[in-house]
């Protein structure tokens, strides 16, 4: 079993930043490909990032390119996300998630991911 984290989330400007964290108990995160979602009221759970157990490969969907970035520290067995120049239409809830998978990234499939962090609410203002 595997338990997650989230936290750094909050209220920022838009246009401001926030780096979430990922933090992974129970085994060692750096056996998992990584994935953050969000998801805002009324609507469905989406892909912002995601990255491979090694680290060396990340995907973003096109709303995320060039203002997030996700990242890893085996270290701390912890996951992050960088985020830049918010905007308002950001405001959800973020949930990282973990899952089974080696050499690549585990995507936007909802079903590839076996362990789920509780969220941690961002806010953006206008």
């Known amino acids: 079993q595997v338990q997650l984290v989230e936290s750094g989330g909050g209220l920022v400007q838009a246009g401001g930043s926030l780096r979430l964290s990922c933090a992974a108990s129970g085994r060692t995160l750096s056996n998992y490909a990584v994935g953050w979602f969000r998801q805002a009221p009324g609507k469905e759970r989406q892909f912002v990032a995601g990255i491979s157990s090694s680290g060396f490969s990340t995907s973003y969907p096109d709303s995320a390119k060039g203002r997030f970035a996700i990242s890893r520290y085996s270290a701390k067995n912890t996951v992050y996300l960088q985020m830049n120049s918010l905007k308002p239409e950001d405001t959800a809830v973020y949930y990282c998630?973990?899952?089974?998978?080696?050499?690549?990234?585990?995507?936007?499939?909802?079903?590839?991911?076996?362990?789920w962090g509780q969220g941690t609410q961002v806010t953006v203002s206008s």
């Open positions: 998630a973990a899952a089974t998978v080696s050499g690549r990234v585990a995507g936007p499939d909802l079903d590839e991911y076996d362990y």
